[in-house]
């Protein structure tokens, strides 16, 4: 069972801040709605660790916009449908593809720097999927790191900006079915409650759920546990997108070979040197990702081998030097030289599709509480995500809350709580040694291939860890380890539900994509539990 607090608290003796707008994580999504919330009021800003650490930080391939004459809005909602295998909410999409624009000029005003050719025009590249050219990009492949410099940099300087680093939010406070406030842990390990008239969730994604992942240690699934222990809805978590080409190599980390190789002409090859990806879809390399990653497994598997091989030297060494200049640096590190070798590469986890649901203006079922990039379901991605087109639903909905934000009518009082921890058992039990026991079993039964037997035994075991599971301190791992047995238990219910396989779930023994039946939505909810919600599809 999954409680609805993981701490105790007594908020009469807690210490109290207040704010307008609290908002949680500094990836792109916190960072941007911060700066746009605070031109017109004031904003406690909190983050686990420092405004520089988070998964924006390590976006590689860039933003996706339509800037270019030979673009246009539908052509971008058109491959976003299509790599959404028929879940995208047609609405979402629409407001993504004729805002990204306009939220792109702000980026730039706020001061990221995109990569420009010799005539002062900016660079666009293509990734799979794409019919066209029209992703932006940073100093070759390091997008994410320029995008959170440039608004790290302007968030410090706002006088409206309250920066917390290295704070961590336990649980979210809600009364009559509004979230009042988020109960914060600092640094040393005392708490307060910060009373907010709005609280966003931008805490990125969930990659920590798996062994094998290209995002970093902070990516714990913080928000998904803390809006559903919080009664939000959660929906469609079964869907995660496994990047097909993260580095394997003996010592090195499993470090992102962003899309954008291949969308500058990288080929991938088994380990007998053969190019595999024309036997699995007709766009080879730059097929969706969800095909690509299957296929890179159907071959390791075929030739009995950990991984396949990227290559791109039949390239310039010019070109792959000025795109791609910090994995190639990277590479070259572990001996690897792009020019001359081709990439030992595996799938790994990247990023989830579903999340907190969220409507077009970014807000939870949980009235005043919203949520915002990686951590939301906006409808935007469906059931696998269009490459680089995570960065621009940040800012497309991040600006839509704050809209929507000024409209909410002033908090309610704050009622006395008093709340306690359930099921907790007092005994330690070494959090280190269960995150990689976790890991290892969401790897082994609800990775980029699932089949029912796998799944019951993963919940089981997830289940069981649930009710045994107990902390001797109350310290961030623990609380990190909490919110990632919450999200893996949804994620591993939703999976073993959908008898089907599309987007970014795929299930061996149900192995078709089956409109008739699950072309819906799997809806988790604290108090009513899992069920199957319909939509309405204008077109797939």
Same mark, same amino acid.
């Given at each position: 069972?999954?409680?609805?607090?993981?701490?105790?608290?007594?908020?009469?003796?807690?210490?109290?801040?207040?704010?307008?707008?609290?908002?949680?994580?500094?990836?792109?999504?916190?960072?941007?709605?911060?700066?746009?919330?605070?031109?017109?009021?004031?904003?406690?800003?909190?983050?686990?660790?420092?405004?520089?650490?988070?998964?924006?930080?390590?976006?590689?391939?860039?933003?996706?916009?339509?800037?270019?004459?030979?673009?246009?809005?539908?052509?971008?909602?058109?491959?976003?449908?299509?790599?959404?295998?028929?879940?995208?909410?047609?609405?979402?999409?629409?407001?993504?593809?004729?805002?990204?624009?306009?939220?792109?000029?702000?980026?730039?005003?706020?001061?990221?720097?995109?990569?420009?050719?010799?005539?002062?025009?900016?660079? *666009?590249?293509?990734? $799979? /999927?794409?019919?066209?050219? +029209?992703?932006?990009?940073?100093?070759?492949? =390091? &997008?994410?790191?320029? @995008?959170?410099?440039?608004?790290?940099?302007?968030?410090?300087?706002?006088?409206?900006?309250?920066?917390?680093?290295?704070?961590?939010?336990?649980?979210?406070?809600?009364?009559?079915?509004?979230?009042?406030?988020?109960?914060?842990?600092?640094?040393?390990?005392?708490?307060?409650?910060?009373?907010?008239?709005?609280?966003? *969730?931008?805490?990125? $994604? /969930?990659?920590?759920?798996? +062994?094998?992942?290209?995002?970093?240690?902070? =990516? &714990?699934?913080?928000? @998904?546990?803390?809006?559903?222990?919080?009664?939000?809805?959660?929906?469609?978590?079964?869907?995660?997108?496994?990047?097909?080409?993260?580095?394997?190599?003996?010592?090195?980390?499993?470090?992102?070979?962003?899309?954008?190789?291949?969308?500058?002409?990288?080929?991938?090859?088994?380990?007998?040197?053969?190019?595999?990806?024309?036997?699995?879809?007709?766009?080879?390399?730059?097929?969706?990702?969800?095909?690509?990653?299957?296929?890179?497994?159907?071959?390791?598997?075929?030739?009995?081998?950990?991984?396949?091989?990227?290559?791109?030297?039949?390239?310039?060494?010019?070109?792959?030097?000025?795109?791609?200049?910090?994995?190639?640096?990277?590479?070259?590190?572990?001996?690897?030289?792009?020019?001359?070798?081709?990439?030992?590469?595996?799938?790994?986890?990247?990023?989830?599709?579903?999340?907190?649901?969220?409507?077009?203006?970014?807000?939870?079922?949980?009235?005043?509480?919203?949520?915002?990039?990686?951590?939301?379901?906006?409808?935007?991605?469906?059931?696998?995500?269009?490459?680089?087109?995570?960065?621009?639903?940040?800012?497309?909905?991040?600006?839509?809350?704050?809209?929507?934000?000024?409209?909410?009518?002033?908090?309610?009082?704050?009622?006395?709580?008093?709340?306690?921890?359930?099921?907790?058992?007092?005994?330690?039990?070494?959090?280190?040694?269960?995150?990689?026991?976790?890991?290892?079993?969401?790897?082994?039964?609800?990775?980029?291939?699932?089949?029912?037997?796998?799944?019951?035994?993963?919940?089981?075991?997830?289940?069981?860890?649930?009710?045994?599971?107990?902390?001797?301190?109350?310290?961030?791992?623990?609380?990190?380890?909490?919110?990632?047995?919450?999200?893996?238990?949804?994620?591993?219910?939703?999976?073993?539900?959908?008898?089907?396989?599309?987007?970014?779930?795929?299930?061996?023994?149900?192995?078709?994509?089956?409109?008739?039946?699950?072309?819906?939505?799997?809806?988790?909810?604290?108090?009513?539990?899992?069920?199957?919600?319909?939509?309405?599809?204008?077109?797939?």
């Amino acid at each position: 069972m999954i409680p609805r607090y993981i701490t105790d608290f007594d908020l009469q003796t807690l210490p109290r801040w207040k704010t307008e707008v609290a908002v949680i994580g500094a990836g792109i999504a916190g960072l941007y709605t911060a700066l746009q919330a605070s031109e017109h009021t004031d904003v406690v800003l909190i983050s686990k660790r420092g405004l520089d650490d988070s998964n924006t930080r390590w976006a590689q391939g860039g933003i996706a916009a339509v800037t270019a004459k030979s673009d246009s809005p539908a052509l971008h909602r058109q491959d976003t449908l299509i790599a959404g295998a028929g879940l995208c909410s047609y609405e979402a999409v629409e407001v993504l593809v004729h805002e990204g624009p306009e939220r792109l000029k702000e980026l730039i005003a706020y001061g990221t720097e995109f990569d420009k050719d010799a005539q002062g025009r900016y660079e *666009l590249t293509k990734e $799979g /999927a794409h019919s066209k050219r +029209r992703i932006l990009h940073a100093h070759g492949d =390091a &997008t994410g790191a320029e @995008i959170v410099r440039a608004l790290s940099a302007r968030v410090r300087e706002q006088k409206n900006i309250t920066v917390l680093e290295n704070h961590f939010a336990i649980d979210l406070l809600t009364q009559d079915g509004e979230c009042v406030g988020v109960i914060v842990m600092k640094p040393d390990g005392e708490r307060f409650f910060l009373e907010a008239k709005a609280t966003v *969730l931008a805490t990125g $994604g /969930a990659g920590q759920l798996y +062994r094998y992942t290209t995002n970093p240690e902070i =990516a &714990t699934a913080d928000g @998904i546990a803390l809006a559903y222990r919080a009664g939000a809805r959660i929906k469609d978590v079964e869907f995660i997108q496994f990047h097909p080409t993260a580095l394997y190599y003996p010592g090195a980390p499993r470090f992102l070979i962003s899309e954008a190789v291949r969308g500058e002409g990288a080929i991938l090859r088994n380990t007998s040197g053969e190019r595999f990806m024309e036997k699995y879809h007709p766009q080879k390399e730059l097929a969706p990702r969800d095909i690509v990653a299957r296929a890179i497994v159907s071959e390791m598997e075929r030739t009995n081998a950990a991984y396949v091989y990227l290559d791109i030297t039949h390239e310039s060494e010019e070109l792959i030097k000025h795109r791609f200049p910090t994995i190639y640096q990277f590479c070259l590190k572990y001996g690897l030289d792009m020019v001359t070798d081709w990439i030992p590469v595996a799938p790994a986890c990247h990023y989830i599709m579903g999340g907190v649901q969220t409507d077009l203006n970014g807000e939870t079922s949980t009235k005043r509480l919203f949520a915002c990039g990686e951590v939301s379901c906006t409808g935007v991605h469906g059931a696998n995500r269009l490459a680089s087109n995570s960065l621009s639903e940040a800012v497309v909905f991040g600006h839509r809350i704050v809209k929507r934000i000024r409209e909410l009518p002033p908090a309610p009082e704050v009622r006395p709580v008093e709340a306690r921890a359930e099921n907790r058992v007092h005994r330690f039990v070494n959090t280190r040694e269960q995150r990689v026991k976790l890991q290892k079993l969401m790897l082994r039964h609800v990775g980029v291939k699932r089949q029912e037997k796998g799944l019951r035994k993963a919940l089981e075991e997830l289940e069981r860890m649930q009710r045994f599971y107990a902390y001797e301190h109350e310290e961030m791992e623990a609380f990190e380890f909490l919110n990632l047995l919450n999200a893996a238990v949804l994620t591993t219910r939703a999976a073993l539900l959908r008898e089907e396989s599309r987007g970014g779930h795929y299930r061996n023994d149900f192995p078709n994509k089956d409109d008739l039946i699950w072309r819906k939505h799997i809806i988790q909810t604290i108090d009513q539990g899992v069920h199957e919600e319909c939509d309405q599809y204008d077109v797939e």
